[in-house]
Each structure stands twice: as structure tokens, then as C-alpha cells.
């Protein structure tokens, strides 16, 4: 079993920035993707950034740019560092990964999420 534990959200204003974490625990053999979704009150969940075990980031438009998703591959570890904040950005913040437990366990289908962090951008 592996669980995702996130820190760092809070009350930020536009224009700061925050930065948030995500370490996995648990039973890990090896971790393909980390990354963060959010959602907003009455919104799906959707992207904000991923890495890959490769290094390679993918993120959603609106993160290009602002956002960067860094991860420590030694620690299992996952931050976001997120600049020039928007009203828009308030949401629950997820640290998402796709790790697989035993070699011969394949990564489970939908991942693992985190319990969610809330970030508001608020004067």
C-alpha cells in the first residue's frame, strides 16, 4: 500500500507565490510519474504538471510558465512551486503518482492520489 501525504497549502494574495509537497511512503518498488491535479468547487479535477521517471514534464496551459514541478527521485518526493498566483488558481491541490509496488505488479489503474491540499489566492 503507498500513500501520498501533501503540505505547504494556505491563503496566499495574487501575484505571491507557494510551494507545495508531496512525499510517497509505503511499499514502493518503483514510481514512473509524479505530479499535481487540482480542483475547484464545481470543476472536474485537471491537470496542473507531471514528471515523469525520465524527467520529462508535461503541464496544463494555464501552469506553463508559472508553475514547475520538481521531483527528488532519491526521496520519492514531489514539490510544486507555484508564481504569480491568480484568483483562478484557488483550488484543492493533489499530489498524484503511478508507482508500482513489486516488480511484478503492475501500477494500479487510476493511481494513487493524495488527500488534498487547499490553496486560496485572495486579497
Known amino acids: 500500500q503507498v500513500q501520498l501525504v501533501e503540505s505547504g497549502g494556505g491563503l496566499v494574495q495574487p501575484g505571491g507565490s507557494l510551494r507545495l509537497s508531496c512525499a510517497a511512503s509505503?511499499?514502493?518498488?518503483?514510481?514512473?510519474?509524479m505530479g499535481w491535479y487540482r480542483q475547484a468547487p464545481g470543476n472536474e479535477r485537471q491537470l496542473v504538471g507531471v514528471v515523469d521517471s525520465g524527467g520529462r514534464a508535461r503541464y496544463a496551459d494555464f501552469a506553463t510558465g508559472r508553475f514547475t514541478v520538481a521531483r527528488d527521485y532519491t526521496k520519492n518526493t514531489v514539490e510544486l512551486q507555484m508564481n504569480s498566483l491568480k484568483p483562478e488558481d484557488t483550488a484543492v491541490y493533489y499530489c498524484y503518482a503511478e508507482i508500482a509496488t513489486a516488480y511484478n505488479k503492475p501500477v494500479p489503474s487510476g493511481g494513487s492520489w493524495g488527500q488534498g491540499t487547499q490553496v486560496t489566492v485572495s486579497s
Open positions: 509505503g511499499s514502493i518498488f518503483s514510481v514512473f510519474v
